[in-house]
């Protein structure tokens, strides 16, 4: 290996995965590259929000440190960014247009951007939307990390001008997800925070197939659900699931589900981290479908892809045992062989040591900071 490399990421949240998915996916990804050797300064903005939901404050696997604004974090961390190997910018970043110009005045020696939703973004920007992101912004990027990949790459470069795209999905951190042996609770689950435009494929896809399979028992896990869904009796509710829980959650489930945003199935090649966690935990995986899907898990093999309330239906009163272990099986291997932390830190430092560093630039008053 390459000597360690010093990396500096602002992102939206890692100590907090209350109502956001971020949290776990720079989790699996920090805990990779500490494993590597690499040594990872995260740079969070201090809010209300996450503060008083903090399931992990004081992460084993890089420094974390908390800013409360655009000028703390410049008086605070202007030579860790000049002097870092790399400065990695996050999607949903608070006032990111303001963060984007001030750290790009720096002249880190690598700077990135990591969207964990390119799609939205995209949909975002073309609406002339930039609470996170000026379109202008995107040609100061070394390296565009993409949520998505396929076609999305290529748009990013033809259509926003990007100078490099590339594409890094979310991860599993293969070390906390595994079945834990319990019996089934749940013949169908779904682990999500509510989205508007999510609602109507799980009222299809779960709700709908409660109502339809009295017998049978449900959940549906995650915060912001609003109090007027009119949820089947068979139907449990959870309103937050530490990460720490999740595998769990999973293993108690003889089938789980995935729902996919609306921008995400619009641009495909766009995989949640769901996905991952609930393949790598052994449980058998419905979705809905989106183009790129069956590259990662192919239909049938590894995944059941459905397109109705039938479907499901289907799957759960018809799939025997052993075709369930099957399809969770392949499902497993193939996530455990690609979509770990692990493999995705080797991907991202990979596309860094590819980039060009920029000369440093002295500045008045720089300190050098110690290894």
């Given at each position: 290996?390459?000597?360690?490399?010093?990396?500096?990421?602002?992102?939206?949240?890692?100590?907090?995965?209350?109502?956001?998915?971020?949290?776990?996916?720079?989790?699996?990804?920090?805990?990779?590259?500490?494993?590597?050797?690499?040594?990872?300064?995260?740079?969070?903005?201090?809010?209300?929000?996450?503060?008083?939901?903090?399931?992990?404050?004081?992460?084993?696997?890089?420094?974390?440190?908390?800013?409360?604004?655009?000028?703390?974090?410049?008086?605070?961390?202007?030579?860790?960014?000049?002097?870092?190997?790399?400065?990695?910018?996050?999607?949903?970043?608070?006032?990111?247009?303001?963060?984007?110009?001030?750290?790009?005045?720096?002249?880190?020696?690598?700077?990135?951007?990591?969207?964990?939703?390119?799609?939205?973004?995209?949909?975002?920007?073309?609406?002339?939307?930039?609470?996170?992101?000026?379109r202008r912004q995107i040609p100061l990027f070394d390296a565009y990390f993409s949520f998505s990949g396929?076609?999305?790459?290529?748009?990013?470069?033809?259509?926003?001008?990007?100078?490099?795209?590339?594409?890094?999905?979310?991860?599993?951190?293969?070390?906390?997800?595994?079945?834990?042996?319990?019996?089934?609770?749940?013949?169908?689950?779904?682990?999500?925070?509510?989205?508007?435009?999510?609602?109507?494929?799980?009222?299809?896809?779960?709700?709908?197939?409660?109502?339809?399979?009295?017998d049978k028992r449900f959940v549906v896990a995650g915060p912001q659900y609003p109090e007027d869904i009119d949820w089947p009796q068979n139907v449990d509710r959870i309103d937050?699931?530490?990460?720490?829980?999740?595998?769990?959650?999973?293993?108690?489930?003889?089938?789980?589900?995935?729902?996919?945003?609306?921008?995400?199935?619009?641009?495909?090649?766009?995989?949640?981290?769901?996905?991952?966690?609930?393949?790598?935990?052994?449980?058998?995986?419905?979705?809905?479908?989106?183009?790129?899907?069956?590259?990662?898990?192919?239909?049938?093999?590894?995944?059941?892809?459905?397109?109705?309330?039938?479907?499901?239906?289907?799957?759960?009163?018809?799939?025997?045992?052993?075709?369930?272990?099957?399809?969770?099986?392949?499902?497993?291997?193939?996530?455990?062989?690609?979509?770990?932390?692990?493999?995705?830190?080797?991907?991202?430092?990979?596309?860094?040591?590819?980039?060009?560093?920029?000369?440093?630039?002295?500045?008045?008053?720089?300190?050098?900071?110690?290894?």
């Open positions: 290996m390459s000597k360690p490399l010093n990396i500096v990421i602002l992102g939206l949240s890692l100590s907090s995965s209350w109502g956001n998915g971020h949290a776990t996916t720079f989790r699996a990804l920090l805990r990779g590259l500490h494993e590597q050797g690499h040594r990872v300064l995260f740079l969070e903005r201090d809010v209300p929000w996450y503060a008083s939901h903090r399931d992990l404050p004081n992460p084993e696997f890089c420094d974390l440190q908390y800013y409360a604004s655009l000028d703390g974090l410049i008086a605070g961390h202007a030579d860790h960014i000049r002097q870092a190997d790399a400065v990695i910018i996050g999607s949903y970043v608070p006032e990111g247009v303001a963060v984007i110009g001030a750290v790009a005045a720096l002249s880190p020696q690598r700077l990135c951007f990591y969207d964990i939703d390119t799609p939205v973004t995209l949909a975002r920007l073309d609406a002339g939307d930039e609470e996170y992101l000026a396929g076609e999305v790459l290529d748009r990013l470069e033809k259509n926003y001008g990007s100078r490099n795209a590339v594409a890094l999905y979310c991860s599993v951190d293969a070390d906390r997800y595994g079945n834990t042996g319990e019996a089934h609770q749940w013949d169908l689950g779904y682990l999500g925070t509510y989205s508007p435009d999510r609602q109507p494929t799980v009222e299809r896809l779960l709700i709908d197939v409660a109502r339809r399979l009295p937050h699931l530490p990460p720490a829980e999740h595998a769990s959650f999973y293993s108690r489930q003889r089938f789980t589900l995935n729902v996919t945003r609306a921008d995400m199935i619009a641009a495909g090649w766009s995989p949640s981290v769901r996905l991952f966690e609930a393949a790598a935990c052994g449980t058998p995986i419905v979705s809905d479908h989106w183009r790129g899907l069956d590259e990662l898990l192919p239909h049938g093999e590894a995944i059941i892809i459905a397109h109705g309330t039938d479907d499901v239906v289907a799957a759960l009163s018809q799939t025997s045992d052993a075709r369930r272990q099957e399809l969770a099986a392949s499902a497993r291997s193939r996530v455990l062989a690609g979509h770990t932390g692990l493999a995705r830190a080797q991907e991202l430092v990979a596309a860094l040591l590819a980039l060009q560093p920029r000369a440093r630039v002295e500045h008045p008053g720089q300190h050098r900071i110690s290894a």
